[in-house]
């Protein structure tokens, strides 16, 4: 049974910083690429950052390149998102998921392995 579970969430400030980690249990982590994606109240479920599981490669959302960075650590079948420069549109609940399929994958549908999320919010 996959299994990726968010942590890292919280409460900060604007300017301030948090580190998301998403652990993955159930299969075979380096054989996926990871995405993350944030859902804001009332608004749909868009995409954040991805890495690739062959060369690490990453793609951003034109809103948090700069300030996110996504990497991976397959020996502890772990994702990370590094925030910096946290702004209050950042405030939403970030969720993990996961795909075998190969290429930058920007859609959620095309994810079929998703953490149940955690929740974000940036006060200004």
């Known amino acids: 049974q996959v299994r990726l579970v968010e942590s890292g969430g919280g409460l900060v400030q604007a300017g301030g910083s948090l580190r998301l980690s998403c652990a993955a249990s159930g299969l075979t982590f380096s054989s996926y690429s990871m995405g993350w994606f944030h859902q804001a109240p009332g608004k749909e479920r868009k995409f954040v950052a991805y890495?690739?599981?062959?060369?690490?490669?990453?793609y951003y959302a034109d809103s948090v390149k700069g300030r996110f960075t996504i990497s991976r650590d397959n020996a502890k079948n772990t994702v990370y998102l590094q925030m910096n420069n946290l702004k209050p549109e950042d405030t939403a609940v970030y969720y993990c998921?996961?795909?075998?399929?190969?290429?930058?994958?920007?859609?959620?549908?095309?994810?079929?392995?998703w953490g149940q999320g955690t929740q974000v919010t940036v006060s200004s």
């Open positions: 998921a996961a795909s075998r399929l190969v290429g930058v994958i920007l859609e959620g549908n095309k994810y079929p392995f």
């Open positions: 890495i690739n599981r062959s060369d690490n490669g990453t």
